[in-house]
Every structure is written in C-alpha cells, then in structure tokens.
C-alpha cells in the first residue's frame, strides 16, 4: 500500500514490536529519563559542586533560590540534556505503540544522531579536562556514558529499520538546530556559554558555527551509513 494518503500526507507504517523489543526501549528511556531527573533535581537545588570556569563559560550562579532560573536555564543550555531528553521521548514512545508516524520516525533518528554527537564530544573534547567531582560522578556516567552506550545498542539489536528517508533527515535537523539558536541566543543574553568550543566571545562567530557544523556533519554521517547496513 502506499505510504501516503491522498492528500499527500504521510501514514502510520505499522512497525512489529516484540516484548522484548519493547522491554529494551522501556529500560532505554528509564536510563534516559533516570540522567535527566537528577539532573535537573541537583541543578535546580544547587547541589553540584562549585568549580572554577573560564571566562565566558557557563558556572558563576548566585546561592540558593536566588540562583535557581540561571542554574536550570543554563542546564537546558547542554546539548547533551537535549539529547537525553529526545532519547527518553524516544524510546518511551517505541516502547508505548508499534506505529511508525512521521514523529517517531524523526524522534528516532534524532535520538541516535544526538546521543551519539553527545558521547563523541564528550570523549574526544570534554572528558580529557574535565574534573568530575561531587554529584557530577552520578550524573555524568550516566548522561554521557551509559544512556549513549544502550540507546546505540537498542537501535543496532532492534531498531526499527528502514524509517529514513530524506524527509526524515530534513526535519530531524530541526532540533540540533533548534540547539544551537537557543544557546547562542542565550549565549549572548548572559554572557555565558556551555562549551568552550561555542564561547563566541573568545573564539569568534565564524570559528565557533564551523566547529559546531562539523560536529553535526560527523554524527549524522555514522548514522546514515549504518542504515544502509542495518
């Protein structure tokens, strides 16, 4: 049957799903959500230690409630928080229904595109000068380690397969995108920014979008090339 009605509008593609598929997606997303909710919780009440940062880089709050919307805005400012959050969506959604929609699809791809940007950055960039101290040596395992370890290993041992095409590559840009306009919007608003490698005011406007496409180019390439084998 054709995947579009009439009108033009992409259908549901029923995906078979087994208990076991469905139980993977569930401990997927408990992980993925598990990494989120703590920390926003610790983030919100203040409870990571205090560290020294380099000018213009995410950090300085003031205590106590006084501190609490700079400290969650600047954790919705992470990338690898907006990666989490789309692999819990994600996998909570696999594991909820067997349709294959447009959302899904793009859901999907996302997830994997994102978590695995989010385990390479950290690994190549983030963890050789990082010092983990205090709750971070909880949350950051999780965040960057073992959320981006089984949602890849979900996907490798049960999918789905074949929801890409290039509609969904398209629109799953948009939150990646969506990323990087709100993080340098803000940015710019406190003076402040996640990463080193997207501190315009030290590094520039031109450097910093040729760093953060590059990123993007080499996770969404892994991803497509392991879709055509899998």
């Not at 609490?68 to 909820?96: E, H, K, P, Q």
């Amino acid at each position: 049957s054709s995947a579009h009605t009439p009108s033009g509008s992409p259908q549901e593609s029923p995906w078979p799903i087994s208990t076991a598929a469905r139980r993977a997606f569930a401990a997927n997303a408990a992980i993925a959500w598990l990494g989120v909710v703590l920390t926003v919780v610790l983030s919100g009440v203040g409870a990571y230690t205090f560290q020294e940062v380099e000018p213009g880089l995410h950090g300085e709050h003031p205590d106590g409630l006084a501190g609490v919307v700079s400290r969650l805005g600047d954790t919705a400012s992470y990338f690898t928080i907006w990666s989490n959050v789309v692999v819990a969506v994600s996998a909570t959604l696999a594991a909820r229904r067997s349709a294959g929609g447009l959302l899904e699809r793009v859901l999907r791809l996302d997830a994997v595109l994102m978590i695995t940007i989010t385990a390479i950055v950290y690994q190549v960039l983030l963890a050789p000068t990082a010092t983990v101290v205090g709750w971070s040596r909880l949350t950051d395992p999780i965040l960057h380690v073992v959320t981006p370890l089984v949602t890849v290993l979900v996907w490798v041992a049960v999918g789905p397969r074949g929801w890409v095409s290039a509609r969904v590559v398209s629109l799953s840009l948009f939150l990646p995108l969506a990323w990087i306009g709100w993080m340098l919007v803000r940015g710019a608003a406190v003076g402040a920014y996640p990463y080193d490698f997207a501190n315009v005011a030290t590094r520039g406007p031109g450097p910093v979008a040729g760093t953060l496409a590059l990123i993007l180019v080499f996770g969404l390439m892994p991803v497509l090339g392991c879709q055509l084998f899998f």
